[in-house]
């Protein structure tokens, strides 16, 4: 707990997830230490147990007081609306990709869903209908759906392979990808950025891809 207590650590790599990642972060008396996949469900023990080992030096001494798993739902429903019914939060699948969060968009899609439901109403005057909950969805849509397909484009370029995130991590070290990422969380939406910046960043992004495939053929020929 000392050395979490400041402190979170992601886990990338075949050994801990095909298309995700690990992860280790403190939760008021003791720490989390997980991992996830969609596309290898039934290995999810054997991911598990690879996190703990790259954290063992750190964890060492603790004891596991719960094991538990949850299915996180990380595609948005094709329909989340019939009649009088609309769904929000993980019932919608509002999970993002990339980073695994839902508690924020579950609140907030409550949260709009709900301020619908009372505009629609009349504040409670007449009973809502369809229509009116639609205007949730559109209004959703336009301030989250580009966060979401970015992130979705983002995880399937560099959570599919061992030298993707090493480009990723490597990526990961620039200052402005570090200050993009931390105003898009912080704001929960895609943040422009500056052209001749997001220009750089494409061109070494790709250099990084290009000299992590370059590493694994090199380490594929050591191998043999």
């Not at 290995?43 to 949850?70: P, S």
């Not at 990526?171 to 105003?183: G, H, L, R």
């Not at 997001?198 to 790709?206: F, G, M, R, Y």
């Amino acid at each position: 707990m000392v050395y979490y207590e400041n402190l979170a650590e992601m886990y990338v790599g075949d050994d801990v997830s095909p298309d995700f990642y690990g992860w280790v972060f403190p939760k008021c008396d003791h720490v989390a230490v997980g991992t996830g996949t969609v596309t290898h469900k039934g290995d999810i023990k054997k991911f598990q147990h690879a996190t703990r080992n790259r954290a063992r030096d750190k964890i060492l001494g603790g004891k596991i007081i719960r094991v538990e798993a949850h299915p996180i739902p990380e595609h948005p429903r094709p329909r989340r609306l019939l009649g009088r019914v609309a769904l929000v939060g993980d019932a919608a699948g509002y999970v993002t990709k990339c980073s695994g969060e839902g508690i924020y968009f579950a609140a907030k899609s409550g949260r709009m869903c709900a301020e619908a439901i009372v505009e629609g109403s009349g504040n409670g005057k007449r009973m809502v209908d369809e229509s009116d909950l639609r205007r949730y969805l559109e209004k959703w849509d336009k301030a989250y759906w580009p966060t979401y397909k970015v992130l979705d484009v983002l995880q399937k370029v560099f959570y599919r392979s061992n030298p993707a995130r090493e480009a990723f991590v490597e990526m990961c070290a620039d200052e402005y990808v570090q200050k993009m990422t931390f105003d898009s969380y912080l704001y929960k939406r895609v943040m422009p950025g500056n052209p001749l910046e997001d220009l750089k960043l494409a061109v070494n992004t790709i250099g990084s891809l290009v000299r992590a495939n370059a590493l694994r053929r090199e380490m594929d020929k050591l191998t043999v």
